[in-house]
Nanobody, 125 residues
Framework: QVQLVESGGGLVQAGGSLTLSCTVS????????MGWFRQAPGKEREFVAA????????SYADSLKGRFTISRDNAKNVVYLQMSSLKPEDTAVYYC??????????????????WGQGTQVTVSS
């Protein structure tokens, strides 16, 4: 059974930092592509970042480059999302996902097979 469990969300002031973690079980993690998405109330799920198994190549939403960093620890089956210079508009539920998208399709939620339950990030102004 595949399980993804996010952690690390919470309340943070604008300008602050937060690191999310996602622990994966039931998969050969090292060969999977991992993605982070977010969804704010009343909005569609939005791509944040992805990291590929081969060489650790990464992909980011253009609007988040420079503030968010995705990384993975294959020995621990964990993917991280480091978020800095947080803004109130970063408030959302953040989800991790696992799948096999190509680089050009890594921003599409439908390319991911399994999802975590999400963790709330709230940025106060």
């Amino acid at each position: 059974q595949v399980q993804l469990v996010e952690s690390g969300g919470g309340l943070v002031q604008a300008g602050g930092s937060l690191t999310l973690s996602c622990t994966v079980s039931g998969r050969t993690f090292a060969t999977d592509t991992m993605g982070w998405f977010r969804q704010a109330p009343g909005k569609e799920r939005e791509f944040v970042a992805a990291i590929f198994s081969i060489g650790g190549r990464t992909s980011y939403a253009d609007s988040l480059k420079g503030r968010f960093t995705i990384s993975r620890d294959n020995a621990k089956n964990v993917v991280y999302l480091q978020m800095s210079s947080l803004k109130p508009e970063d408030t959302a539920v953040y989800y991790c996902a696992v799948g096999s998208p190509t680089y050009s399709s890594s921003h599409l939620p439908r390319k991911y097979d399994y999802w975590g339950q999400g963790t709330q990030v709230t940025v106060s102004s």
